[in-house]
């Protein structure tokens, strides 16, 4: 009898049970605790406020790869024309192969194109782009932009990630990460393709690198179909469609609760969110039926030039982003020509320079003259930022016979629209576009420009990664006052 287990009452239960009813209480707080701790999953595009007021709520970037010669198109160099032919005089303060290239024989070649002065500002353009020259009072031209690299891969890199190394953020990214987007039926950062082929790097120079995965560039290819696997699938309707991805979210956030490091799945939610609103908004966007043949003829899509009308559809394009409130477009230029640099550095001319720099210009001067006279129209030009830049120039004297070396010590990039003081000039190369001698710009100080005039303070968006602060501009970079309106 003495080892009997006494009855179980209610109030020995609650008395001896783990922690009585002080333990159920506090399971219930922490499970209450742990679902407040779990991440909300905000949408990464949702509009942010900038540091400062906006001059820009977009930018336009039209990427010239391959390396757009300076004096073939805004630097008038005379003293070329007076040495023509000659050997180029040896060059201090320049290193390397391109170093090794100015002091090997070669000759000294003037313009293949004359130079003539335009517009109430007087800058000079040559004939190879007749169309831009009629919109130089818009436009601000700087010169001496350097480059930190002679090859087109790190160069690349450089202009478009603010890196010359693989794996960093693209200027897209950097606008949307720090803005955020205006239009949630559409992405933020937009790539304008070409079905021919890729920029060197590949998506690379317009992916988000250490930036969540929400900032990285959407790829829109040149036709009906921009982006591929966009349309829903044959038998699916709409609401069944929703039903699914209502069923993947639950999922989804049921397994991000669970986990502290949920940034790529919040991306690859918001993209399911935005690819399914998409595929309202994207065929009506790259529909240009309703565009009117002024329009159309404005922008060179009634040439028997395709490569224009391709060029062209690109920078209507634009425009139509812009209309919608996508923050940041890239345009990329490509080629099938014989002559020019091939699809991935259409602009690179070591040979044959005269007809390869011909077919580029033909195939952009058109279009971009008429986005600028476009935007202008319609009043979207004083919030719309264009920049206009290679990764970098050309050299003065002569590769083989006909064509020009790569040259990043000095080259010509021009910006209009938003913030932008029209008809100015800043900086200046030496007498044979060279070298930049006056107010150098390096590469930086244009990314935190184009920063500053869509509100953003370069010197504080920032992301940390690897243990310390990362930014756009690294360590460098400074606003040019010079230029802004």
Known sequence: MRNQPRPLSRRRFLTESYLGLGGLAL???????????????????????????????????????????????FEYKPVLDKL???????????????????????????????????????????????NLATRVDDLAFIHGIKVDNNNHGPAVYHTLTGSQFPGSASIGAWATYGLGSENQDLPGFIVLGDRRGATIGGANVWGNGFLPAAYQGTLFRNGDTP???????????????????????????????ERSDTGELEARIASYELAFRMQVEAPELVDLTGETDATRKLYGLDDPDSQKVSYGRQALLARRLVEKGVRFIELSCLTENIGAGGAANPWDQHGDLEKGHRSMAYQVDQPIAGLIKDLKSRGLLDQTLIVFTGEFGRTPFSQGSNGRDHNPFGF??????????PGTVYGATDQFGYKAIENVMEMHDLHATLLHLLGIDHKKLTYRFSGRDIRLTDVHGRVVQELLA
């Open 27 to 73: 399971v219930d707080m922490l499970a209450a605790d742990a679902a407040s701790a779990a991440p909300k999953l905000e949408n990464p595009l949702a509009v942010k406020q900038p540091h400062h007021p906006a001059k820009a709520k977009n930018c336009i970037f039209l990427f010239m790869e391959g390396g757009v010669s300076q004096m073939d198109t």
């Open 412 to 421: 010509s990039l021009w910006m209009a629209g938003a913030g932008i003081k």
């Open 227 to 257: 982006i591929v696997d966009l349309n829903r699938r044959e038998g699916i309707t709409q609401s069944e469609q929703r039903s699914e991805l209502d069923l993947l979210r639950w999922f989804n956030e049921k397994h991000a609760a």
């Open 84 to 130: 023509a032919g000659q050997q180029m005089p040896s060059q201090d303060r320049t290193v390397g192969e391109i170093n090794t290239f100015a002091a090997a024989p070669n000759r000294i070649i003037p313009s293949y194109w004359p130079l003539k002065q335009h517009g109430e500002s007087g800058r000079w353009v040559t004939d190879l782009l007749p």
